[in-house]
């Protein structure tokens, strides 16, 4: 007698990883993206798990520098809610070891106060082949697909915070 195959649990009963997403931003007001090494053209703001007993908060903080080296960067603002992602349907099963269908992550906006001769992508392990400054605006325009709605909200959460910052801006203010 030979046993059937273990049924794997559809997408929907599957729960959302908890993560954090770090909005890093330089005195000019850009944004940091890096493109992925194991996928060509995806680039993303550093991100990452919440290990079991971390608070989100140190989870942004060590995040970034296990991606980046970053270690000097200040907390400006944080989304009031957890934002929510998908995988498409050819990751799930694959990424994660199968367990989650999709992140729901605490966002940081983060302003990077060190140079750019810091930003090392192999700090600890490299997930990331090359980096760099971007309009925040235009993040939604380069990000993979599946995670463009999460990008979108992330900007709309933190533009004012990013406008304030800008040179425009402390051009206005006599900064």
């Known amino acids: 007698m030979t046993k059937a195959p273990k049924r794997k649990k559809p997408a929907r009963d599957l729960p959302y990883r908890r993560g954090v997403g770090i909005a890093l931003i330089n005195a000019s007001g850009k944004v940091f993206v890096a493109e992925r090494i194991d996928t060509p053209g995806a680039w993303q703001m550093p991100q990452g798990g919440i290990d079991k007993g971390e ?3 140190a989870a942004a903080k060590r ?3 296990e991606e980046t080296g970053i270690t000097d ?3 400006i603002a944080t989304t009031k809610t957890w934002l929510r992602y998908d995988l498409p349907e050819n990751l799930i099963g694959k990424v994660w070891k199968g367990k989650y269908r999709g992140q729901e992550q605490k966002w940081y906006l983060m302003r990077y106060t060190g140079d750019d001769r810091e930003i090392d992508l192999a700090a600890h392990h490299a997930e990331f082949k090359r980096w760099k400054w971007l309009a925040f605006a235009r993040l939604p325009k380069v990000i993979v697909g599946f995670k463009r ?3 979108k909200q992330v ?7 990013v406008e304030a910052v800008s040179p425009r801006a ?4 006599g900064n």
């Open 55 to 57: 608070k989100p908060r």
């Open 63 to 65: 995040e970034l520098a």
């Open 73 to 75: 960067a200040k907390i």
């Open 149 to 151: 709605d999460i990008y």
């Open 155 to 161: 900007v709309a959460a933190f533009s004012d915070q």
């Open 170 to 173: 402390k051009a206005r203010r």
